[in-house]
């Protein structure tokens, strides 16, 4: 990965998180279906995992904030937690070729080995069809729908903006919290939140 300064880094942020929360798909309506391929050249169908929670995350390999949270083992421990508890974890590339992160299905899969991935599947979406439908910006962006297929959850991991890893362990995950939240039956506390990150690498 390549090195990047302090203020590269902030002047991402200060992108990514500039402008007013907008979100293609809202908060407590059905999420809209989706086929996308994966490493193996599979194709998945968001709507096949109906009766079960689905957590999407938007994911960039050369994203400093993206590595915050892999290279801590943040993610994967995040992710571990939702599919003990029965979750589908889809991590979805939107890079296009030619752009930061944009990887193939083997370049994924020996990342998804080097960094212990703890998702169900990996997807690609070069074309950023499904990334602009619902509206992913950053990367990490999150995305949490319930076994009905209602969109309960949308923004960041946490509400920590930075890409600082020390700043994890003081994090409110509004992942995790809103898992528990739907295990217990309880109304999600935070189901919006403003996502944080490198901004999607979209096809021009």
């Known amino acids: 990965m390549n090195h990047i ?12 998180l500039a402008g007013p929360l ?49 290279n801590s083992g943040n993610m994967q421990a995040t992710q571990q937690a939702a599919r003990q508890q029965g979750a589908v974890w889809l991590t979805i590339n939107s890079g296009a070729s030619g752009k930061q992160g944009h990887m193939t299905g083997p370049e994924a899969k020996a990342l998804m080995a080097q960094q212990n991935f703890r998702s169900s599947n990996y997807l690609f979406d070069p074309k950023g069809v499904v990334g602009k439908a619902y509206g992913a910006k950053t990367t990490p962006h999150m995305y949490i729908i319930d076994k009905a297929g209602i969109l309960v959850y949308q923004g960041g991991i946490d509400d920590k903006p930075t890409a600082n890893p020390a700043d994890i362990k003081s994090a409110r995950n509004h992942v995790t919290a809103a898992l528990g939240e ?3 039956g309880d109304k999600i506390s935070v189901a919006q939140s403003r ?10």
């Open 5 to 16: 300064s302090s203020f590269t880094v902030a002047a991402i942020a200060g992108l990514a």
């Open 22 to 70: 907008a979100a293609s798909q809202k908060t407590g309506a059905m999420a809209q279906d989706f086929k996308l391929t994966d490493v193996n050249g599979n194709t998945v169908q968001l709507s096949k995992f109906r009766g079960k929670t689905v957590v999407l995350e938007w994911h960039n390999p050369g994203c400093p904030f993206v590595a915050k949270h892999y």
């Open 195 to 204: 996502p944080y990150g490198c901004s999607v690498k979209y096809a021009s």
């Open 182 to 184: 739907i295990r217990s």
